[in-house]
C-alpha cells in the first residue's frame, strides 16, 4: 500500500527549516547530562545517515514502477536531505561549547560511505542485490525513526523538565515528519523487492547496529564533555530515563520488534498523521519556513508580473 492509498496520505514537502542554537546549553535537558548526550548522538548519526538514504534512494528510482509511490520517494529524499542538514548544523555549536564531535562522526562517515557506499561490484544480480539490501536496511531504520518521531511528539516529560526549546522544536520538527513518511521506506521495500527474509536478516543487522552506535556515542559524548569529571554512560542510566519519560521506554523498545517483524506489518499502524501535521503547523521553525517560502514565491510572481 503506497503512502497516497492511506486515508491519512498527506504529499510530502521539504521545510526549508534554520534554526538559531546561540542560546541553547551543552546540557540542554536541565541539570540531565546523559538525556541530553543521548539524544545529542542523533546529531552524529544523522547528517551522514541521511545523506546516504537520499545516495540509495537515487539509485533505486528507475525501479520505481508506480507513480504515486515515486512521488513519495521524491517527496521522502526532500525531507531527509533537510534533516541531515539541520542536524549537521548543530555540530559547531556543540564544538563551540567545548565538545568536539569530529573522532565520532568521522567514523560515522566512514561506515555509510565506505562499508555501506557503492561497491565495486559488476552490473547485474550482485549490484542489484547490494542495492536491494540496502533499501531493506533503510526500511528497518525507519521504523525506528517513525518510532523516535512518535516517541519525542508525546514526550510531554521534556517539556515538565523545561528542556531547551529550539532542541525541543528540531526533534519534533524532524520526528513529525518521520511519522508523516514513515510508510514511504516501507511501501518502496515492498515494491522492488519484498522479501520478508530480508527484511528480517536487514532487521538484525539495523537494530543491532542502532544499539552499538547508540551506546557508543552516548559513551563518547559523557567521556568527552568538558563540564563532567567521570561521564559515564550504563544501560541502567537508559532504562531508569526510560521510566521517569525523559527517554524511550525500555519496554516499548523492545515491543516494536515484534511488530516490525510481523507478516501483517505496515508502518501506517504506527505513530498518528493528524498529530504529526498539527505539530509541523504549529511548529516556529516549520511556520518561519513556511512563511519564507510564501515570500519568496510572492517576490518571485511580483518580478514576473513587473
Ligand atoms: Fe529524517
Ligand atoms: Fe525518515
Redesign the pocket.
Known sequence: MSNKQSPEWVPLKARKVSFAWDGTPLHWVPGDPFTSHTVNVLHLLLPAG?RW?VHVYKQVLPYVRDERLREDVLG?IG??AM?SQAHDEVLPHLRELGLDPTPYTAQVDWLFEKLLGDRTLPPGAARRWWLMERVALIAAI?HY??FLGDWVLNAGELDRRGADPTMLDLLRWHGA??VE??S??FDLFQHVDGSYRRRVRTWATAFTALVFLWQRGARFFMANDPTLLDGRARFRDFHVRGRLGTLPATGDVLRSVPRYLSRTYHPSQEGSTEQAVAYLASSPAARAAERADRGGQHGRSEKETA
Open positions: 541521511e538514504f521522502f525531507q531527509e534533516h525507519e525513526t517513525a515528519e518521520e513518511h514513515r514511504v521506506a
